[in-house]
């Protein structure tokens, strides 16, 4: 307790505020003075007895509550005190700011310099190696403990996205050792279960301090050869047969390796670094994926492992999936995640349902179909494959997925699917993605079909989540905009739709209800949302508006209905028949002065 109140002291000062008070960092110094010797001597005794004397877990956590409030309140300024913020051979803005410190040190950096200097332990170097080492220590003498594992490598992730600490981190053997030794066989934690999630975060760490600037030349190590345990797990795996692979001797390897991918791959984010993973896995080890998709599909956690990673690499984050123009990389990619989603999702719709409950209908099916919507979501959207190649050259990648994805969507009741948050957002996005991007194939739908998505959006629009009303809303307006835009035009979807239309005539009348409803009087949080796909459809289908308009004005006393037509006319009124930006943005504004003037006194 007594350290947990030091960490509270040390960590109750804030920079941003109010300076700190005189004497506040001797203070600080003397606690953190008699809190570092208590550190350095649990890990004497760790270190000296290889394990066996172990403090007690609560000390542990204890210290690691102290340093990492030590590190948020004293460990943003060490380069500046240390004069490495300027880069040799250019001037940089960080440079130049640390250049102007040290030639007049501020007040905070005057009160830092006191308080290592009362300290008494040597600069911010040592302290710093201090608390690094006692993070390698505790990652290899405590591999059963999960939350000291946890509190660790959180606190070695915090220190390695600060700008000044991950510089310094760079320089200490520590993390160096680290670096070049990330195996089970150095750092028992990841070969136990209960840390698989923990392996993901130390690849992330560790990655990122590897890709910083400099990092490879301060660490001595290349990505290829950091990554290159992992590759040799890839290739041993990719040798075996289908049987051997399924074996209970390869669930553990399986499972750990695509934690410790997905973590690689956050920690990739440009496209240098992201197309150097891309080329390793490329084109020798990506099968496997597909491979394990197919073997392991009733397995949640190897299979729910495998989709997380593949979820992660497609995700074009910052754009950092962005290959040559001559490179036809983006559609290997995309044909890779095809593989994999198509053959998960056909053993899955081929396996009866699990029986046991709600709980192991979820953990067993719906979250792996969330999850392997979310990878195809991301490779729908990332803007990285001509998807017109595929249909083109006959390349069934495409329709496969979106056929495999579609019979995924169609077998979970929609009650289920509003029932769990994570699995109805990737469900909503995967419809509002084929509705904007792949029309031709959701129109070519049987009309029984169609209309089963298109009630699933009727009820989304509907929900209390402003995601997914908003998803929801955004495939009403391009189901809207291209019956407007292509209404009359002989083309195969335009048949396909006017079929939809004459199966269910009063489809475009029930969405603008809604919408109106909703507007009027849903919640205030949904109005936004339900904004955008008004004008779409009142072009679209200029009766169904003309319906509700009179619908609503029957049930409104006559004065009512003067002060409603009033308010209808104003919305109307310089409003052209067209979809463009100018437009809309015209259009929205007069729907929030329609919805503020309305709601003052409509009657329910």
């Known amino acids: 307790w007594l350290t947990y109140m030091v960490g509270t002291i040390v ?25 570092l010797q208590l550190s350095q001597g649990v890990e004497y005794r760790l270190t000296s007895s290889n394990g ?105 992730l915090d220190m390695a996205g600060g700008y000044s600490s991950s510089k310094l981190l760079l320089t200490l053997d520590t993390v160096k050792y680290l670096a070049r030794h990330h195996t089970e066989d150095q750092f028992p934690f990841l070969a136990v279960p209960g840390n698989v999630r923990q392996r993901t975060t130390f690849h992330a760490t560790l990655t990122r301090l590897l890709l910083s600037p400099g990092g ?107 290959f040559d123009q001559s490179s036809a990389n983006g559609i290997l990619l995309f ?42 979501n991301s490779a729908l959207g990332g803007n990285y494959v001509c998807f017109g190649v595929f249909s083109l050259y006959n390349d069934p990648a495409l329709d496969n997925a979106l056929d495999v994805s579609l019979q995924m969507v169609l077998s979970i009741p929609l009650d289920d699917v509003m029932a769990y948050p994570k699995l109805s957002k990737a469900y909503y996005a995967f419809i509002e993605i084929i509705f904007r991007s792949h029309k031709k194939t959701v129109m070519a739908l049987e009309t ?28 009403i307006d391009h189901i809207a905009t291209f019956y407007f835009a292509n209404n009359g035009k002989d083309r195969p979807e335009v048949h ?30 949904n109005h936004w949302a339900v904004m955008r796909p008004m004008l779409s459809l009142m072009l679209a289908s200029e009766n169904s508006f003309t319906s509700y308009k009179e619908h609503l004005l029957s049930t409104q006393t006559p004065e009512n209905q003067a002060l409603l037509n009033e308010a209808f006319a104003k919305l109307l009124s310089d409003v052209n028949r067209s979809l463009d930006s100018a437009n809309r943005d015209r259009f929205t504004q007069k729907l929030t002065a329609f919805r503020v003037t309305a709601r003052g006194f409509l009657t329910l």
């Open 448 to 475: 029984s079909v169609f209309m089963q998505l298109l009630n699933a959006i009727h009820e989304g629009l509907q929900a209390s989540d402003a995601t997914l009303s908003s998803l929801c809303a955004n495939t």
């Open 52 to 156: 066996v004397g172990r403090a007690d877990p609560k000390l542990e956590m204890a210290l690691l509550y102290y340093f990492q409030n030590f590190r948020r309140v004293y460990m943003f300024m060490w380069d500046q005190v240390s004069g490495s913020g300027t880069v040799s051979g250019s001037v940089s803005m960080v440079g130049m700011m640390a250049a102007k410190l040290d030639s007049a040190p501020s007040t905070k950096q005057k009160v830092y310099q006191r308080m290592f200097e009362h300290l008494g332990m040597g600069d911010h170097t040592a302290v710093a190696n201090l608390i690094v080492t006692k993070v390698g220590n505790n990652l290899k003498f405590w591999p059963e403990e999960e939350d000291i594992v946890s509190k660790t490598l959180e606190l070695l």
């Open 335 to 376: 044909r890779a995640t095809s593989d994999v989603v198509c053959a998960y999702g056909r053993r899955l719709l081929a396996t009866p349902p699990p029986t046991g409950g709600e709980m192991e209908m979820y953990k067993k099916r719906y979250k792996g179909i969330g999850i392997a919507l979310n990878v195809l």
């Open 496 to 525: 396909s739709m006017n079929k939809h239309l004459a199966a269910q005539p009063n489809l475009f009348s029930s969405l603008t209800a809604t919408l109106f409803n909703l507007l009027l009087f849903g919640a205030p949080q």
């Open 216 to 322: 490879e030349d301060k660490l001595g190590l290349s990505f290829e050869q950091f990554i290159e345990p992992l590759v040799t797990v890839l290739t041993q795996l990719g040798g075996l047969s289908p049987s051997d692979l399924r074996s209970e001797q390869a669930r553990r390897p399986l499972i750990g390796l695509f934690r410790d991918l997905r973590g690689v791959a956050s920690s990739l984010h440009n496209r240098r670094t992201y197309s150097m993973l891309f080329d390793i896995l490329h084109p020798q080890h990506l099968p496997l994926f597909a491979k394990v998709a197919d073997t392991w599909h009733d397995q949640p956690d190897v299979i729910i492992s495998l989709l997380r990673f593949m979820q992660e690499f497609c995700h074009n984050k910052g754009n950092r999936v962005n």
């Open 11 to 35: 960590g109750g000062h804030s920079w941003s505020s109010a300076h700190m008070g005189d004497g506040d960092e001797t203070i600080d110094a003397s606690l953190s003075r008699r809190t």
